[in-house]
């Protein structure tokens, strides 16, 4: 495995020169979504099964449809400047990249890493949960989770705030096939998210892969020529459901203070309950925050024909 | 009698609840805001006071007590931020109320700052901090892209130096998470050795700090940002999350990292301090409109801040630490006012070149009289806050003999005297006539005046803040 | 081993050359349309072949039923997107190869 | 041990890329490749703990997200500002009601 | 058996790195994209013969998400970014300025 090894961390490095180093936009966003490909392998070489699903729906999957939009939707996409061979500054930049990542090497090989995985094994039956990572997720660390919670939804209200929503240039291309397939794999999103879902209590999956597959698929759909139900007035219920998860996470870390806990410490028992039910409600969220940060701004009040138009 | 550790988590609920309500119910916002300022005004005074009498205390989040779960920390210097975060924000947000702008989505992204802030202020995880650093840098980013137009491309530079920064951040706590297995700075300052791998992290987590910071020499992105953001985002800006990012860096240095303590980071904190203060001020000399004279000026007043570092070891270290907290404080104060002020006198004349503007006349004498006594204080004159937390600093320098660093601090007092004096010229030239649709009347600029006021009396509160920054000094923890 | 596996296992073996093949196609074939058909044989043979093979192997109807969804979906984006491709390619007046 | 060095190297590109290139856009992918780094040398430090260390692995998950949503805000602001005189150059008008 | 099946993972790898040329070497944007797709072809088989050696059933789960979203990357590309950039040959390396 050390050759699986090496050649994986070659091909990632290759990968990440291309995307930052060499002329041709399209080419680097292309190696920056195979190096997010690449990442999940190196995620699962670690035995990191969690990340490696969230890489593959977010990493590969959502960032990938990110890029590639914004990228249509730019202006100019013709590069500037002098191909970097000439730079002069690579006097500095050489000496000072090898120093740092011999620094970085040397603290790396003198790291005694402690960890904690004592700590979270011992406390795991009180958590409510079998997943390790779910449980300093949602219980352990729920403060975290709230945190990043609130940053998919201030990162929304940050799209919105810089104005309606970019139309497409060109609108996406009609195939009935295209069609077809929004149709027919849109269901199948839901079924993976929520066998997802329900995996995450006691193995690698949870709320973050399973909203992060049901935003994939609602991206699917708009590009798939669905009318997007996702609008930016007050009216309706999306504000609401943008906000569900860190309303319920904030709700539930004050709640249990009315029984007498301290702030976001769930009373026993009701463990594994409260953790499904922020799953729950952030998985939601986070499938709708994606949807909405792909719009890459407010969406119409309403979608007419106009608005498709515009 | 309420827990203060419930007035703590008010102090991070509050807002963020104030931001999910206010995003749903946009109709509300502004009856929203004042009810979450008011709350958060009264249980951040209620923290403070509960330092004083008590002194500070630490509480874990959700009962898992560090090494696995997170902590928050109170204590004089956490309080007293909070309290400046308090009237610093609910300052800014009576501005805007008053100012009548009605840009969607900036209540939400307000309240989003404020709880970001105050999550910083008490947060005792490496990791948590960070998380935290996002959502501030993303709140910032968006209220500075608000004006639109050339703000953008200040919003951008900021954004891409704010990301980087706590990249930077993350890679030095992975380093430290890895050499000891914690993430509560409590746990890494007891169990701190001088090796590599602490070393690297911690310059890691300080330079990543220095940018967001925009400290000199990594300045770069502040003035455009700064200056160009709307009125109450550049006060906010200036006042709290600079300070956010400085309180960071000497929370840590002083508590994790107080192993690490020696002359030669000390000399090279001095130094940049030095540097920020001197091309900060040399820089807001020249400067040709009213908001980026005071943005640059920013930059220059961190480097007194930064100088704690250096003095705040040995003999006089109390009273230097003292007087930089102080001096925070009263800089968040001050510039906050200038910049509430600067905004009022921009939308009195329709511009804020300095050249082309009017000097004190009707409609806008409130701004102009915020201006002269915040500048008061900015310079350093008594009873101002500036000059109390300059005089500690003193105090504390010539104590420790730090003559270097005395005559430092004078040189940059003098630069701050001569930019502000270049800025209080315009006062006595003959009033312009300001447009009557100009606006920047009497209520707009109350805010600025009273926390001018604030600033310049914040001297007459010595005893007060010696209490409350007592028990904590130099420990960066409760005792 | 038993014959099952032996079975599987030849299963895997079969689905592999058609990956390098692929790959081959990918990189020899003059322009994007055949390029395609590489793809799609890479796509439904090979992965198919390959899925068969460790539902063989693994012996449980759960997994085998998991590998034969993965199929299914893989089989999709890559009819979808061999035809989206190619239709835009055309319509874009992308000449195919020899024409 | 061998991601450890990987996680280095990337960083190191990352770092390089985010000063040296011209493209905004490609700013945006090296920040990615910085913080992809950062996770990467987390998770390689959780794996030569003993037992398997889950804190890092629920740390990089969030920072996975947080980093999804930086990105996208990254999008938004740069083809705002690559369209400086398009449909919704500058963000004003009232709260839509 | 493991042991075989490794070599096959390395194998598959190996393919992949290969097949990067084609990303290198493009012409079109679309000879790109449609090498994107053939990896995360095999990146998928790579996941399940892993989740086999490794014992790990999350593997699957991996693989499964992967194949699902497999239509999302050349949807959005076909959909999106292709009638921006055209179909031109070679990178953008023109003079343009820098938004």
């Known amino acids: 495995m050390l050759v699986f090894d090496a050649l994986l961390a070659g091909a990632l490095i290759w990968l990440a020169w291309q995307a930052t180093h060499t002329p041709g936009l399209f080419r680097s966003v292309i190696s920056f979504i195979v190096f997010g490909l690449l990442m999940a392998l190196a995620w699962v070489r670690l035995e990191a099964p969690d990340i490696a699903l969230a890489e593959a729906a977010i990493g590969a999957g959502a960032t990938g449809a990110l890029l590639l939009s914004a990228l249509g939707r730019l202006a100019v996409t013709h590069e500037a400047g002098t191909p970097w061979q000439e730079r002069p500054d690579l006097y500095f930049w050489i000496p000072a990249g090898a120093a740092l990542l011999g620094l970085l090497t040397l603290a790396a090989w003198a790291l005694p890493t402690p960890g904690l995985g004592d700590d979270v094994r011992r406390v795991l039956p009180d958590s409510g949960v079998a997943n390790p990572v779910t449980a300093v997720l949602l219980n352990i660390r729920a403060f975290d989770t709230l945190l990043e919670i609130g940053v998919l939804l201030l990162a929304t209200i940050a799209i919105w705030s810089l104005g309606r929503m970019p139309m497409p240039s060109a609108p996406a291309v009609r195939s009935p096939a295209l069609t077809a397939l929004g149709r027919v794999l849109f269901p199948m999103f839901v079924l993976v998210s929520a066998y997802l879902l329900w995996r995450g209590s006691h193995a690698p999956g949870g709320a973050f892969p399973a909203g992060a597959v049901v935003g994939a698929g609602g991206i699917l759909s708009i590009l798939a020529g669905a009318q997007p139900w996702l609008t930016g007035g007050v009216r309706g219920p999306w504000r609401i459901l943008l906000s569900l998860g860190f309303a319920t996470m904030l709700a539930v870390a004050w709640g249990v203070m009315a029984l007498g806990q301290p702030f976001f410490a769930y009373p026993p028992g009701l463990a594994g309950l409260i953790v499904l039910v922020l799953e729950l409600a952030a998985g939601l969220s986070i499938a709708m925050s994606l949807v909405a940060l792909y719009l890459a701004g407010q969406p119409p009040d309403h979608w007419g024909p106009e608005a498709a138009r515009r | 009698m309420i827990q203060p550790e419930s007035l703590v988590v008010l102090l991070v609920g509050l807002p963020l609840l104030g931001a999910i309500l206010t995003f749903v119910y946009p109709r509300a916002a502004t009856a929203v805001t004042a009810a979450c300022a008011a709350g958060m005004l009264g249980a951040a005074s209620g923290v403070a006071y509960a330092v004083m009498v008590g002194g500070g205390w630490s509480q874990d989040l959700g009962g898992w007590a560090p090494p696995l779960g997170i902590g928050w920390q109170v204590d004089g210097l956490s309080a007293s931020l909070l309290l400046l975060t308090a009237i610093v924000g609910s300052a800014g947000a009576a501005h805007r109320a008053v100012e009548g702008l009605d840009q969607p989505f900036f209540w939400p992204l307000w309240l989003f700052l404020w709880g970001a802030l105050n999550a910083l202020f008490l947060g005792a995880d490496l990791f948590n901090l960070y998380v935290a650093l996002e959502v501030l840098a993303l709140a910032a980013v968006a209220l500075i892209a608000m004006a639109g137009g050339g703000a953008l491309p200040a919003a951008w530079r900021y954004l891409l130096a704010s990301l980087l920064g706590s990249t930077v951040y993350l890679m030095g706590v992975a380093l430290l998470y890895g050499r000891y297995?914690?993430?509560?700075?409590?746990?890494?300052?007891?169990?701190?050795?001088?090796?590599?791998?602490?070393?690297?992290?911690?310059?890691?987590?300080?330079?990543?700090?220095?940018?967001?910071?925009?400290?000199?020499?990594?300045?770069?992105?502040?003035?455009?940002?700064?200056?160009?953001?709307?009125?109450?985002?550049?006060?906010?800006?200036?006042?709290?999350?600079?300070?956010?990012?400085?309180?960071?860096?000497?929370?840590?240095?002083?508590?994790?990292?107080?192993?690490?303590?020696?002359?030669?980071?000390?000399?090279?904190?001095?130094?940049?301090?030095?540097?920020?203060?001197?091309?900060?001020?040399?820089?807001?000399?020249?400067?040709?409109?009213?908001?980026?004279?005071?943005?640059?000026?920013?930059?220059s007043q961190l480097g007194f801040g930064l100088l704690v570092i250096p003095l705040a070891v040995g003999a006089g270290a109390e009273s230097a630490w003292r007087g930089a907290v102080v001096l925070v404080l009263a800089h968040g104060l001050a510039k906050a006012g200038l910049f509430l002020a600067a905004g009022s006198i921009a939308r009195a004349h329709g511009h804020d070149r300095l050249d082309a503007l009017g000097g004190m006349g009707a409609g806008v004498v409130l701004p102009w009289l915020a201006l002269v006594l915040a500048g008061a204080s900015l310079i350093g004159l008594p009873p101002s806050g500036g000059f109390l937390g300059k005089w500690w600093m003193l105090q504390g320098a010539l104590a420790a003999g730090g003559w270097v660093w005395v005559a430092a601090i004078l040189l940059g007092t003098l630069l701050t005297a001569v930019y502000v004096f270049r800025m209080l010229s315009v006062v006595i030239r003959p009033a312009a006539p300001v447009p009557p649709a100009g606006g920047g009347g009497l209520p707009g600029a109350l805010p600025a005046f009273v926390l001018a006021l604030l600033a310049l009396g914040l001297g007459l509160a010595a005893p007060v803040l010696e209490h409350l920054l007592s028990g904590d000094a130099m420990t960066g923890g409760p005792a | 081993m038993s014959l099952a596996n032996a079975i599987g296992l030849l299963c895997v073996l079969l689905g592999m050359p058609f990956f390098f093949l692929g790959t081959l196609g990918l990189l020899r074939f003059p322009d994007a349309y055949t390029r395609l058909h590489a793809l799609a044989k890479t796509d439904n043979v090979g992965l198919g072949l390959v899925c068969l093979g460790l539902a063989i192997l693994s012996g449980s109807l759960a997994i085998g039923l998991k590998l034969f969804l993965i199929w299914v979906l893989m089989l999709i984006a890559s009819a979808t997107g061999a035809g989206l491709i190619g239709r835009t390619a055309l319509a874009r007046g992308m000449k195919p190869w020899g024409l | 041990m061998i991601y450890l060095v990987l996680a280095g190297v990337l960083f190191v590109i990352g770092l390089h890329g985010l000063f040296v290139a011209r493209h905004l856009l490609r700013k945006i992918l090296s920040l990615n490749v910085l913080s992809a780094a950062v996770f990467l040398f987390l998770v390689a430090l959780a794996r030569q703990a003993e037992p398997l260390d889950s804190v890092p692995h629920a740390i990089v998950l969030t920072g996975i997200v947080v980093s999804v949503s930086t990105t996208a805000v990254a999008l938004a602001l740069l083809v705002r500002l690559s369209r400086p005189r398009g449909n919704n150059a500058a963000p004003a008008g009232k709260e839509s009601r | 058996m493991t042991e075989f099946l490794s070599i096959l993972v390395l194998l598959l790898l190996a393919n992949i790195v290969v097949g990067l040329a084609r990303v290198l070497r493009g012409p079109s944007a679309a000879d790109r994209m449609l090498a994107a797709e053939m990896f995360s072809t095999s990146a998928v088989v790579i996941l399940l013969l892993l989740a086999f050696i490794l014992d790990a059933p999350a593997l699957l789960d991996v693989a499964l998400v992967l194949a699902l979203l497999a239509a999302l990357a050349v949807v959005t590309f076909v959909g999106r970014a292709w009638s921006e950039l055209e179909i031109r040959d070679g990178d953008g390396t023109g003079g343009d300025r820098e938004p």
């Not at chain 2, 000199?216 to 300070?243: D, E, I, K, Y």
């Not at chain 2, 301090?273 to 640059?296: C, E, F, N, S």
């Open chain 2, 181 to 299: 297995g914690a993430l509560d700075l409590g746990l890494i300052a007891g169990a701190l050795e001088p090796d590599l791998p602490s070393a690297l992290g911690a310059g890691l987590i300080c330079l990543g700090l220095l940018l967001k910071a925009a400290v000199f020499p990594l300045h770069f992105w502040l003035p455009s940002a700064h200056g160009r953001a709307p009125t109450v985002v550049s006060a906010a800006l200036s006042a709290l999350v600079v300070a956010a990012a400085w309180y960071l860096l000497v929370r840590l240095w002083f508590g994790p990292f107080a192993g690490l303590q020696g002359p030669g980071p000390d000399w090279l904190f001095g130094l940049i301090g030095t540097g920020a203060m001197l091309w900060g001020g040399l820089l807001a000399l020249v400067q040709r409109r009213l908001k980026m004279l005071i943005a640059y000026s920013t930059v």
